[in-house]
């Protein structure tokens, strides 16, 4: 884990932005989800490129309830933010629709900036929005999402953060609407396309065949999709791979496995959990410690 001032990760501190710099090298970013800083950080630890700030994982988090669309502009910019300052790895963060019209959408983009963030992006999704894969999804019409997103395209100027156009017109309109869809949004000047919803191994493959230019690609665990592996996906030439869901769900799991057990036996089942010296080393205890020494504390 980086030292240094407790609390400060490398977006804080530098205009460079290391998915940028991938994305131009053709490299793929693979991007597992943390619904927190502290699962960022596991992230991180583990190697990956980068960590997806997701709006289920945040709603979750913070409110303990389902992705629809019930968390504000300011609380997920202020949720990205926390996240950026715990890692030195690119944040990719949900903006959800942009939170209002233009002037909102402007206002996103430039929160996120400030933030540290190295890419979000932006849906078609009607206000409120829901998780994309759940249905009865509502979508803008097409002129509405590219004017979403070349708001967001001049509001950025020249800020070197990564701008995604996503659809979710897959699984409430179909493939040949989420295609169109993704064509007209890689035309407003947004850096990557995304579509999303896809939860079968086909759906990824035609995807790959038929969108132009770099893309996104979303894979939710127990989906037909999620068996591809990050071969695969590197094959099929997708730019970033996000697992929007797997460290929360596991989280999830792991903490209804211990307290069932708890319930049960009267006590913890530790097998399998962190130590507490080993939980002091993801949130990076010695180095806030070495810190506060320093400076005679």
């Known amino acids: 884990m980086p030292c240094g001032v407790p609390g400060q990760g490398g977006q804080d501190v530098t205009s460079e932005n290391a ?36 709006g289920l994982g945040a709603t979750a988090l913070r409110l303990g309830q389902p992705d629809l669309g019930l968390l504000t502009q ?35 983009v430039r929160e996120y900036m400030q933030g540290g963030v190295a890419a979000l992006h932006l849906e078609d999704q009607v206000s409120p929005k829901r998780c994309g894969q759940l249905a009865g999804v509502r979508l803008v019409s097409p002129e509405e999402g590219v004017a979403r997103l070349s708001a967001a395209v001049e509001a950025r100027g020249t800020g070197d953060m990564v701008l995604i156009g996503r659809t979710d017109a897959l699984q409430a309109m179909g ?23 896809v939860k079968t191994r ?14 996104v690609l979303s894979l939710v665990d127990g989906t037909d999709a ?46 399998g959990a962190l130590t507490y010296a080993e939980f002091c080393e993801v949130v990076d205890l010695a180095g806030h410690q070495a810190f506060a020494h320093r400076h005679g504390e």
């Open 202 to 215: 086909a759906e990824v493959e035609t995807i790959a065949k038929r969108v132009e230019g770099p893309k």
């Open 175 to 197: 493939m040949d609407e989420a295609v169109a869809r993704a064509s007209r949004y890689r035309d407003t000047g947004v850096d990557l396309v995304f579509v999303d919803g």
């Open 74 to 108: 300011t609380e997920m910019a202020d949720h990205a933010r926390s996240i950026v300052r715990a890692v030195d790895i690119p944040v990719i963060a949900d903006a959800d629709t942009g939170y209002g019209g233009a002037l909102n959408v402007a206002r996103t």
């Open 226 to 271: 999620a068996h591809l592996t990050v071969d695969d996906v590197r094959e099929l030439g997708f730019s970033v791979v996000m697992y929007a869901v797997t460290t929360l769900f596991a989280a999830a799991r792991a903490t209804q496995d211990a307290l069932t057990a708890l319930k049960a036996q009267g006590r913890p089942a530790s097998a």
């Open 19 to 54: 998915l940028r710099d991938r994305l131009s090298l053709g490299l793929l970013t693979v991007a597992p989800g943390a619904p927190d800083p502290m699962t960022a950080r596991i992230v991180q630890a583990q190697g990956f490129d980068a960590v997806y700030m997701t």
